[in-house]
């Protein structure tokens, strides 16, 4: 037994066994294998806890874990690795669960956003409703929203939704925002009102801060201490914002990048008109934001056809152009740095491409061709793309072999793309909020389905869903809503009338 070690056998000497365990740490899986076959003694050191717990840990696997988690970490590290060949299978097979997020009858899609599986939608109704896409079981509660005064009519529609791991922020046609708590219920703990039309809408990653773009104001508000809601800046823009962004992990006063038309300002309390980039003529097209740096493309015009559409990328610490990528005739209508692997960002354009950049040289690492319209939404991991398109088509390749994996179609724009390990969230919002055809009156909502847009969850660890292998279709009860006929409402294994 391991106690029962105290010296190890390395060839003509005999060891400490703590000594042994230290020339064991540099092995890899391949070497403690093969040192296991050696001998007993050297097969008692080579399965040693300590060694593949930070086997595990360099691997990326159970980081939140402590070696007293488990009893075994060689077979933990094996299933770990197992678990994401099973998914990368399943990824590049299209093997998996596709359900809707369904939600009220003949209300058209406006806006959607998620976070680590949990979707937030608005709707024209004005309704904000949330899914857990990570429990099959799952019900979309409505957010509750602030009363309007009586005899205002029919709610407003909803602008823009979006979420983080605790909060959930919503815009609404009127100027209004609210802002819930995802720990404390559905009832806003937050609200305040813009007297104009909200451009633009932020929610800080990982943190509290929320930004708003209305005329040619950015406010900008968190909770103190003791979580009290108070405004930390208002900034003066002389342009209509376009693409609001919170810079995610810092500390102190929260810091928000706002691109108007041709001008990108830094919005700091401290420096509140200081102004990033600005060439007359070059508007900007797209616009993203990590915690160092800020990417966005630029549009040429008229006299500068010579000069191409590109990404320009800036550090914000020290305000300057890092880079420039991209030489495209098309503008570049999407980019994602935040979510993107380190030194490397993606960007989907209207010449119908997508493209990979890495930083470090400057250049495409690969061109990817695939949609009928411009690309409307991207995210990329280590082997991976996901994109969307103007024509509703979305697009899983492998970067690596720079080729397409599978796509799927619906009707409309793809507006939001987020992917994780083992699961995809797709959202197509349609452009028309009010389609022809469809009913004036509140009491008959009666939209066409194939005009409300859709959203759409994939799940690929098949492993988990095995054992409650049930239909979408099947796991909902009849409790739904009256005239929502289509939608069969079955019960498995019997009935629950």
Not at 22 to 46: D, H, M, N, P
Not at 84 to 92: A, P, R, V
């Amino acid at each position: 037994f391991q106690n029962e070690i105290n010296e190890v056998p390395f060839f003509d000497v005999q060891l400490p066994y703590e000594l042994a365990l230290k020339i064991f740490r540099y092995l890899g899986k391949a070497e403690l294998g093969r040192c296991a076959q050696v001998s007993r003694t050297w097969k008692i050191l080579a399965e040693d806890e300590v060694l593949w717990y930070r086997l595990c840990q360099e691997e990326g696997y159970l980081l939140d874990m402590s070696i007293s988690d488990h009893s075994c970490w060689k077979l933990a590290l094996k299933n770990c690795r197992a678990r994401e060949h099973m998914l990368k299978t399943n990824w590049k097979n299209r093997v998996g669960a596709v359900s809707q997020l369904h939600y009220e009858p003949g209300r058209v899609l406006c806006d959607v956003h998620s976070c680590d599986g949990v979707v937030m939608a608005g709707y024209t109704s004005g309704e904000v409703r949330l899914w857990d896409t990570r429990t099959w079981d799952y019900t979309a509660p409505v957010l509750a929203a602030v009363p309007g005064p009586e005899g205002a009519g029919a709610p407003p529609h909803v602008s823009f939704v979006r979420i983080n791991s605790s909060l959930a922020v919503a815009a609404y046609e009127d100027g209004t925002v609210s802002v819930w708590s995802l720990l404390l219920g559905r009832e806003p703990i937050h609200h305040f009102q813009h007297n104009q039309r909200i451009q633009a809408l932020a929610l800080a990653p990982g943190g509290a801060a929320v930004a708003t773009a209305s005329g040619f104001e950015v406010k900008v508000e968190s909770p103190d201490d003791k979580g009290f809601w108070q405004t930390p800046g208002t900034f003066e823009i002389q342009k209509l914002v376009n693409f609001l962004n919170l810079v995610p992990d810092v500390t102190g006063s929260p810091v928000a990048v706002a691109a108007a038309e041709d001008i990108v300002y830094l919005l700091k309390a401290e420096d509140p008109g200081k102004v990033l980039h600005s060439v007359y003529g070059q508007p900007v097209t797209c616009l993203d934001v990590s915690a160092r740096e800020a990417a966005f493309g630029i549009k040429t015009f008229g006299w500068l056809l010579n000069e191409p559409n590109q990404i320009l990328l800036y550090n914000l610490e020290t305000n300057q152009c890092v880079t420039k990528v991209g030489n495209s005739i098309g503008d570049f209508s999407c980019v994602n740095l935040h979510n993107s692997p380190p030194n490397m960002l993606v960007a989907g354009n209207k010449d119908r491409r997508v493209r990979v950049f890495d930083v470090r040289r400057g250049e495409a690492a690969c061109s990817l061709y695939g949609h009928q319209l411009g690309v409307s939404a991207v995210q990329m991991d280590e082997w991976k793309i996901v994109s969307g398109g103007q024509e509703g088509l979305v697009c899983v390749w492998d970067q690596r072999m720079g080729t397409k994996l599978w796509e799927m179609h619906a009707r409309h724009p793809v507006r939001h793309v987020w992917f994780n390990s083992h699961s995809l969230i797709t959202a197509n919002i349609p452009e028309e909020k009010n389609p022809r055809g469809s009913s004036i009156t509140d009491d008959e909502p009666s939209v066409h389905r194939k005009y409300r847009g859709i959203i759409y969850s994939y799940e690929f660890s098949v492993d988990q869903l095995a054992v409650e292998s049930i239909l979408p279709i099947c796991r909902s009860s009849y409790d739904e809503v009256t005239g929502y006929n289509y939608n069969i409402g079955l019960a498995v294994p019997y009935d629950s009338i």
